[in-house]
């Protein structure tokens, strides 16, 4: 009768191993498309940093050249830049941490792709890479265009000061 019986236990066995690599499976297939909407949206962030750079650059040239009326106008767009990007980072942060969650490490970049296979880890690290570079870009115009604007401020207040002393100085006098 031991017989009989012996076959169940290895039919469910077999069938709970089935069962297990079909659900890896179907984990496998949610983080593959996971990590590659991840370094999507790294890739989108990227593009975005990079107009911002962009404009960046123009608004230094408006500066330069006192363009004050269509540097407003890229001002505002930067704006919109910046709240743009905002708005894909934070969606990169959920998407990091549902990924994260998944594969049962901590929401970084390396710690994600370290539990992916290769072409995906490869993909998102790139798209890392290329996130990276752009901000890197983007900080160094900051540091470009907020000394242009000292430079700028200071150049204003030299005038102003030199104005004042020419008019302190004189007899003239609107009053008559």
Do not use: H
Request: aromatic letters at 4%.
């Amino acid at each position: 009768m031991s017989l009989i019986l012996m076959p169940w236990p290895i039919y469910f066995k077999k069938q709970a191993l089935k069962d297990d690599v079909a659900l890896n499976a179907k984990d496998d297939l949610i983080s593959c498309e996971s990590a590659q909407n991840l370094a999507g949206l790294l890739e989108t962030m990227a593009q975005k940093v990079e107009d911002m750079v962009r404009l960046l650059k123009s608004e230094r040239s408006l500066i330069a050249g006192s363009d004050y009326a269509s540097l407003q106008s890229l001002v505002k767009e930067l704006e919109r830049g910046v709240a743009d990007f905002l708005g894909l980072e934070a969606a990169r942060d959920r998407l990091a941490e549902q990924l994260a969650s998944k594969l049962g490490c901590d929401p970084k970049v390396y710690e994600i792709a370290s539990r992916l296979k290769s072409e995906d880890c490869e993909t998102l690290l790139d798209a890392a890479g290329k996130l990276q570079r752009s901000m890197k870009g983007l900080k160094s115009e900051f540091e470009i265009t907020a000394r242009l604007l000292e430079e700028s401020k200071r150049l204003g207040d030299l005038m102003m000061s030199q104005l004042r002393g020419m008019a302190g100085g004189s007899s003239f006098s609107i009053k008559g």
